[in-house]
């Protein structure tokens, strides 16, 4: 179990690799984007997205690895091989169901370190310690007001600015 997050891992060395993205250090770097990494496996897996090495057919979109090639294929097949046994609903990725599975379980397995508010999906944790962190990587383009999220942004902007709609 990692010591900062409390992410379990089934494997010491997952966790070894986990436990480099809280120090920040990133010594592999990849030559055609400048994107860098904190161990060598995913310098290599990135830069098979550089080569099409796999490439869809559909959109020509690449990707690291034929297991996510697959998976983005789904898009455009509109396969959704994953059924939630309570609802019904499909899902394209196992690890969605998982996260949608959460609804019914009322699990919220990710907490804050800071204040303690529990979440049922990783992502939604990392957002919330943003609020705490005072990170806000969104900056408005016409008058520098940031925000800590995407869609924070595109709403003012579309209410403030009258982007996308005329104004009223």
Do not use: W
Request: net charge positive; charged share 20%; hydrophobic share 20%.
């Amino acid at each position: 179990m990692c010591t900062v997050c409390n992410k379990q891992f089934m494997t010491k060395r997952g966790l070894n690799y986990h436990r480099e993205r809280h120090t920040g250090e990133k010594l592999y770097s990849c030559t055609q984007c400048e994107k860098c990494f904190t161990n060598p496996n995913n310098l290599v897996t990135h830069m098979n997205g550089h080569t099409s090495k796999y490439k869809c057919s559909e959109c020509g979109k690449c990707f690291q690895s034929n297991s996510h090639l697959t998976v983005h294929s789904r898009i455009h097949s509109g396969v959704k091989p994953f059924e939630c046994s309570d609802c019904s609903k499909r899902f394209s990725r196992a690890a969605h169901l998982v996260v949608h599975s959460r609804v019914h379980s009322g699990e919220k397995p990710y907490n804050c370190h800071v204040c303690g508010k529990a979440f049922s999906a990783s992502q939604n944790l990392h957002l919330h310690v943003r609020v705490h962190m005072g990170d806000k990587p969104y900056k408005c383009s016409l008058c520098n007001k940031s925000f800590s999220q995407l869609p924070h942004l595109q709403s003012h902007k579309q209410h403030i600015h009258c982007y996308r709609k005329p104004c009223t």
